[in-house]
């Protein structure tokens, strides 16, 4: 077994999305969650249900991961024996280039319109944020931890057969 193969079998992450709302955010989270190797995607609340419909998925990624609704991300954490990370802007969080990601993990995101409960923060095993100058959208969180999950992994392998599998059919550029 190639170790890209073998890193993906024990470095799973998962997605917990807290009452997400936007179609487009979650077409991004999507189209993220195929390109960074996502295994799952969980939500709770009933807005995203109301708003599917206009899914902006431009790469159709909900074919191969399909959102699922929950009542409570942390049972699904436990039951999965997953690792809980909340992704939010807390006084005291790790920032994200400080995070040893661990192998099998369910990162939990906040509403578009709102913050992670305290509730839930209470049962995470870490909590991270991304350092920026005002927040980010969901989206833009989600591509940000993904990316910073995979560069930490090991075995992950870059080059030439990476970019031509990756890029777009219409994307024929070369470099000088």
Known sequence: MNNTVNNRATHAAHIGLVNPKSPENMGSV???????????????????????QFVTDTKNRYLNITPTHVDDLIAIAKQQKLKTVAVELVVGAIPLPDFDHPPQALYLFGPEDGSIDQAILDHCDAIVYVPTIGCMNLAATVNVLLYDRMSKQPNIEFGDDLILASRDTNNRTKSP
Do not use: E, K, P
Not at 30 to 52: E, F, K, M, N, W
């Open 30 to 52: 999507l189209r993220a969650a195929g390109c960074y190797q996502v295994s799952s995607i969980h939500y709770t609340g009933t807005r995203y249900d109301r708003a599917r």
